[in-house]
């Protein structure tokens, strides 16, 4: 079995596991649909999540340190104490919900990303950027 379906068939695994605290470090989830899932304190350090659709999942205090959101979709997850620092979210969508509780963005970071008038940023930035976040 080529390597490009064995991957898939674990992407479709992953989809029907409770990822709640789950260790995916260094894990290659890319375009993976994790739509709604359950990854509370899941361990996502380095791992690659290019264009993966996680909206609207529970990700309470998962950790993304170092990880690879490039393009993803996060709009209206769940982000309370999920931790970014040094994650890529170019163009990662946070439309929708609330990173302002988040740990480790920078500025740099979420002007890199996409955000609009829904997504609620962290006090200290709402100056530096006036047309972004309630």
Not at 78 to 97: H, I, M, Y
């Amino acid at each position: 079995m080529s390597k490009e379906k064995q991957s898939d068939r674990r992407l479709a695994e992953l989809k029907k596991k409770n990822l709640n605290r789950a260790n995916l470090t260094r894990q290659k989830l890319g375009g993976a649909n994790l739509v709604r899932a359950n990854m509370r304190g899941a361990n996502l350090t380095n791992a690659n999540l290019v264009s993966a659709n996680l909206s609207e999942a529970n990700l309470i205090e998962a950790n993304f340190s170092g990880a690879n959101l490039v393009d993803a979709k996060l709009s209206r997850a769940k982000l309370n104490g999920a931790d970014f620092t040094k994650a890529d979210v170019t163009g990662a969508d946070f439309r929708n919900s609330n990173i302002s509780t988040v740990k480790g963005l920078t500025m740099q970071q979420i002007r890199s990303a996409k955000t609009d008038e829904t997504t609620k940023i962290p006090r200290a930035f709402k100056e530096k950027m006036p047309n972004v976040g309630s």
